[in-house]
């Protein structure tokens, strides 16, 4: 049900402001806004929409991620969290450049189609509290996580040993936590983890 209270500009610059310009309708109607004045604001120049339901400030600085933000906040902000390579990306662990934004969802959205260059990945048990961190404005998969799922979707061997290195050096994961990640898939990722690990600490 839309607000029906005067719009809180403050409200919706703040919100946006950590989401590199972009929000969605459903925020903008939290902040005070109904539907018609969105499409107004659109209209006027005020806000760019850049599909159904997402916008951006007009007058917003470029960020770094915004495509990881606006991909994230097209899909679903509640549900979805940016990971694999992706994550190792906004984390600085690897030397990755993703050729695609991978996010991990419920298995329930599996019917529901990709955006263009957007790579959904289902899980029965998506990362939640302690698995997941807020970088950037966006959910993220933790480091540890991140660095596993990578390793099974197949990244590079060099990239998972340095980001699991990296991700140690900064603090950013324990070795129980990176252990934890790599037995939930077992075989080369774990293989791969534990090298890492063991290096760092004989290191």
Avoid: C
Avoid at 96 to 119: E, N
């Amino acid at each position: 049900m839309e607000a029906n209270r005067k719009p809180d500009d403050n409200k919706l610059f703040s919100l946006a402001s950590q989401q590199a310009g972009y929000f969605t309708a459903e925020q903008a109607i939290a902040s005070g806004y109904s539907r018609q004045l969105v499409s107004h604001h659109a209209l006027q120049g005020t806000f760019i929409r850049v599909r159904r339901g997402l916008y951006r400030l007009t007058k917003f600085p470029p960020s770094p991620y915004e495509e990881v933000i606006a991909a994230w906040l097209g899909f679903d902000p509640d549900k979805a969290v940016v990971s694999h390579e992706t994550a190792l990306q906004i984390f600085d662990l690897a030397d990755v450049v993703p050729t695609t934004i991978h996010l991990t969802v419920p298995r329930s959205y599996r019917s529901r189609k990709a955006p263009p260059g957007v790579t959904v990945h289902t899980v029965l048990k998506p990362p939640r509290y302690n698995g997941v961190v807020v970088r950037n404005g966006v959910r993220v998969s933790a480091p540890a996580r991140a660095i596993a799922d990578a390793a099974a979707y197949g990244t590079a061997p060099e990239q998972i040993i340095r980001a699991a290195r990296e991700a140690l050096r900064r603090g950013l994961a324990t070795r129980a936590e990176l252990l934890a990640a790599a037995r939930r898939h077992g075989g080369r990722p774990e293989k791969l983890i534990r090298q890492a690990v063991a290096e760092v600490r004989t290191g």
